[in-house]
Nanobody, 114 residues
């Protein structure tokens, strides 16, 4: 059974940084492209960043230059380094397979507020 466990969220002031982690199990992590998604209150879930099994990355325009996605295949873990955070980054962040998500995890809450 696939399990995705996100962590690293919290409350941060505008301009601050957070590093999210996602530990995956129940899938052959190394052959899958992975993505970070987010869902803000009242909005649909959206893709924030994705990384292929070879390390090629893609980002939503709203986070380009501020967020960095990376992966450690030996640990079956994907990371999201978030810098220069803005209030509009406030959301629940999820990781999942890209572009075809599987069962969603609990996510991790990120609140950017002064």
């Amino acid at each position: 059974q696939v399990q995705l466990v996100e962590s690293g969220g919290g409350v941060v002031q505008p301009g601050g940084s957070l590093r999210l982690s996602c530990a995956a199990s129940g899938l052959i992590f190394s052959i899958n492209a992975m993505g970070w998604y987010r869902q803000a209150p009242g909005k649909e879930r959206e893709l924030v960043a994705a990384i292929t099994r070879g390390g090629t990355t893609t980002y939503a325009d709203s986070v380009k230059g501020r967020f960095t996605i990376s992966r450690d295949n030996a640990k079956s873990t994907v990371y999201l380094q978030m810098n220069s955070l803005k209030p509009e980054d406030t959301a629940v962040y999820y990781c999942n397979r890209y572009p075809t998500p599987m069962r969603w995890g609990q996510g991790t809450q990120v609140n950017v507020s002064s």
